[in-house]
C-alpha cells in the first residue's frame, strides 16, 4: 500500500517546509509546491536524504490560474492528495492608503483566492475516501483587527472563520480541518513584509518554525479545529475578547508602525 501524500504550499522555507518535515516524519509522501524551483529541490533533496520521496510542483499561487496550474501538475503527476497544506501568504506592513494597491489584491489572491480553490478542488475526494484532511495556516492576526496591515489581518480573519466552518460541516466524515494560528515565526516572513523594524518584532518572542509546524502536526493528528502555538501567541489570541476593540486596535497600531 503506497503512504498517502501530503501537498504543502510555500514549501521553499519557513513554516512550509517545517511542516513538509513533519509529515515527511509521520509517513507521508511530500508534493511540493512554490515559485522557487531551486529553493523547492533543496527542500526536496532534504527530505529525500530522511526517506521521504517527493515530488516537486513549481507554480506562482499568487496570481490567477496559479491553483490550476498546481492542480494540473498534480494530475500530470497522478497524484492523489490525502492531506492538502494551506500554507502559501504573504503581508505587507503599510497602511491602505499609502500601500500599492495591486500588492494588496495579490495578497488576497494568495492568502484567500488560492486556499479556497485548493481546497474546493482538493476536499470533495478526501471525503469520499473518508480520510484525510485540510490543515490551513492562519495567524495570530486572525483573531483581531490590524491597523497598518489591515489586509493581511483580514485575510487571516477568513482563513481561521473557513476553517471552523470546514471543521464543522466535516464532522463525521473521517475528513479534518485543522487552522494553525502562529504568532511571529523566525522566516524570511517579516522581512518581505516590511517589519524588520517594527516595535512589534521587538517586544514579542520569535518561535522557530520547526516548533510552530510540531504544533501544527500534532493539532491536525488529534483532528483539533484550531491551534495557536506558545504561551504568550494564546494570551495575544484571545486578549480581544476582553479588550475594548479601540485600545487593542490603538495598540496593534502602535506596535506595527516602523520607528
Not at 516524519?25 to 529553493?39: E, N, P, Q
Not at 497544506?85 to 492568502?111: H, I, R, T, W, Y
Not at 482563513?159 to 466535516?170: D, N, P, Y
Request: aromatic share 6%; with cysteine.
Amino acid at each position: 500500500m503506497s503512504a498517502p501524500l501530503a501537498l504543502v504550499t510555500g514549501a521553499s522555507g519557513g513554516i512550509g517546509a517545517a511542516l513538509a518535515f513533519q509529515f515527511a516524519r509521520h509517513g507521508y509522501d511530500i508534493a511540493l509546491s512554490a515559485r522557487s524551483v531551486d529553493a523547492l529541490s533543496d527542500v526536496a533533496a532534504k527530505l529525500a536524504g530522511k526517506g521521504a520521496k517527493t515530488h516537486v510542483i513549481p507554480a506562482d499561487l499568487g496570481v490567477p490560474g496559479g491553483a490550476m496550474e498546481l492542480l494540473k501538475g498534480l494530475q500530470d503527476l497522478h497524484l492523489e492528495v490525502d492531506v492538502l497544506v494551506n500554507n502559501a501568504g504573504f503581508g505587507d506592513m503599510d497602511p491602505v492608503a499609502q500601500a500599492e494597491c495591486s500588492k494588496l489584491v495579490s495578497m488576497v489572491d494568495l492568502n484567500v483566492r488560492t486556499l479556497t480553490e485548493l481546497t474546493c478542488a482538493l476536499l470533495p475526494a478526501m471525503v469520499e475516501r473518508r480520510r484525510g484532511g485540510v490543515l490551513n495556516v492562519a495567524s495570530t492576526a486572525a483573531y483581531m483587527a490590524g491597523p497598518n496591515m489591515a489586509v493581511y489581518y483580514a485575510s487571516k480573519a477568513y482563513v481561521l472563520s473557513f476553517t471552523r466552518a470546514l471543521h464543522g460541516e466535516l464532522k463525521g466524515s473521517g475528513v479534518n480541518a485543522t487552522a494553525l494560528c502562529p504568532g511571529p515565526v523566525k522566516s524570511g516572513f517579516q522581512d518581505a513584509a516590511a517589519m524588520k523594524g517594527s516595535l512589534l518584532l521587538k517586544l514579542s518572542p520569535m518561535m522557530s518554525a520547526k516548533k510552530v509546524a510540531k504544533a501544527g502536526y500534532k493539532a491536525f493528528a488529534r483532528s483539533k479545529r484550531e491551534v495557536v502555538p506558545g504561551l504568550s501567541n494564546k494570551l495575544m489570541a484571545v486578549s480581544p475578547r476582553f479588550t475594548p476593540t479601540n485600545l487593542t486596535m490603538a495598540l496593534v497600531k502602535r506596535l506595527q508602525t516602523q520607528p
